[in-house]
């Protein structure tokens, strides 16, 4: 009978920051595979887990996981954890969790903190939908066309950033997106945890302030200040419009139509019906 892979969720600042049965899987594992041992080794030692670990990071995934994998389907039990958060989500994991799936090891996962979903509950942005970019290119050229691609997106955006690379990327986001409301929340559950909420030359500007910037680093942007103006004229005749043009269905074309006017689809229902009544 093969063993279980866990994916484990362990904290992204605070040592408080994990659950009961993330220590019960980490105590009962025959084998730890951290993203960097030395640092595990601070939250198990803290814990008092003694337990044998390995090295399992973005440049030895590709080889580690079949040993991974191999183990597991031995009838070991493999727990793999980050630096900090959630395996797979912006670090290593995804080659392992798909060799598993495909040697019939089960994946199980064992949710923790996510330093995306902590930014987001307490940015002050809209929440009812987010999109999560992971790491912003670090190349100025792709990150501003990145950022251009998503310029049409009425979602909250998230994305991580090393400290090094903030103001660039704040400076990048002034002049793709424009006035956007920004928040960058820093060193999220740790001492020093802060949300530094603006446009994003303001934000930028209360940063350079500093002698350094220092921490991980959370970036969300709002959806734009300046909504566009709501087409005018019929809107049964948009809908007609959009049927030929673009081949859509008749609920796929109203839907979009609402989108154009910024309306929700009940509403734009409710007008078609009204205008086709008329």
Do not use: W
């Not at 030692?45 to 994998?69: D, G, M």
């Not at 190349?139 to 991580?160: D, I, M, P, Q």
């Amino acid at each position: 009978m093969p063993g279980t892979i866990y994916l484990v969720g362990t904290p992204i600042g605070n040592l408080e920051d994990i659950t009961l049965r993330a220590l019960r899987v980490l105590r009962e594992a025959g084998l730890i595979a951290c993203e960097d041992t030395r640092q595990t080794r601070k939250l198990l030692n803290h814990y008092q887990i003694r337990k044998p670990t390995v090295s399992f990071h973005e440049h030895n995934e590709a080889s580690r996981a079949e040993e991974l994998v191999e183990k597991a389907a031995s009838g070991i039990d493999v727990a793999v954890v980050s630096d900090a958060g959630m395996p797979v989500i912006a670090d290593p994991g995804h080659r392992l969790v798909r060799r598993a799936i495909e040697r019939g090891v089960p994946v199980v996962p064992v949710p923790g903190p996510v330093a995306a979903a902590a930014a987001l509950t307490a940015a002050g942005l809209p929440s009812e939908a987010f999109r999560f970019g992971g790491f912003l290119p670090p190349k100025r050229n792709r990150r501003r066309s990145l950022l251009e691609s998503l310029g049409a997106e009425s979602a909250t955006l998230v994305f991580y950033e090393a400290p090094h690379r903030i103001l660039d990327a704040l400076e990048d986001v002034a002049a793709v997106l424009g006035p956007r409301p920004v928040v960058v929340a820093r060193e999220l559950t740790k001492i020093h945890e802060e949300f530094l909420r603006g446009t994003a030359p303001q934000v930028a500007a209360e940063l350079r302030a500093r002698p350094q910037i220092q921490g991980e680093i959370t970036l969300l942007i709002g959806r734009s200040v300046e909504p566009a103006p709501a087409p005018a004229g019929s809107l049964r005749r948009r809908v007609v419009e959009l049927i030929s043009a673009e081949k859509l269905d008749r609920m796929a074309a109203l839907k979009l139509a609402a989108k154009e006017r910024g309306i929700s689809k009940r509403d734009a229902y409710r007008r078609l019906q009204q205008e086709e009544g008329d």
